[in-house]
């Protein structure tokens, strides 16, 4: 692949029936996916694992819907993030985002402190997830707006809020 293709060129040729143009797409982000559905809740790595195939079976039969206005990424964290909730909904165990149990952050650096693990596991999912999008995944907060179906304005509110409690979360767990 030539270093000029991105990611949307590539999804165009998916979307024209050449789906082995894929497979960049897949190797690209099966990593990050997967750290995404994990971090969704108490799900174990096998779950996530067939989720993430979900999300690229999803990727093959929606793909004329694709459209070459939007990013590929969005696109596809907003499917990943739909499989993940009709999963829950059919399980029958719709959590509610303070009930998360979230433990350690897969695929993360080793090198992050733990404290600062432990702060961001203890943000609710609904502030947790907008950070993560933001910080790990590098993703604008237009684009966080579009994956979370919301307004880029309520995504700047949750992000003031998520570091004003990762802050608090941050110094509880150092003053002990």
Sequence with gaps: MPPTETDEM???????GR???????YARYKGPLLGF?????SLDRATAEDLLHTVFERIITYRTSWGAGQTFRSWV??????VHHDHCRLAGRMPLAEAYDFGALP????DTPT?????????PDHYRVVVELAWQRNMKYAEIARVLDTT???IKVRM???CKRLRANYHSANKS
């Design 10 to 16: 590539l999804m165009q040729r998916v979307a024209a």
């Design 19 to 25: 789906l082995t143009e894929l497979a960049p797409l």
């Design 37 to 41: 559905l994990l971090n969704r809740g």
């Design 77 to 82: 964290y907003t499917i990943a993030r739909n």
């Design 107 to 110: 695929l993360e650096e080793e």
């Design 115 to 123: 404290d600062c693990r432990g702060a961001l596991a203890a943000l």
């Design 152 to 154: 880029e304005a309520n």
């Design 160 to 162: 003031h809020r998520a």
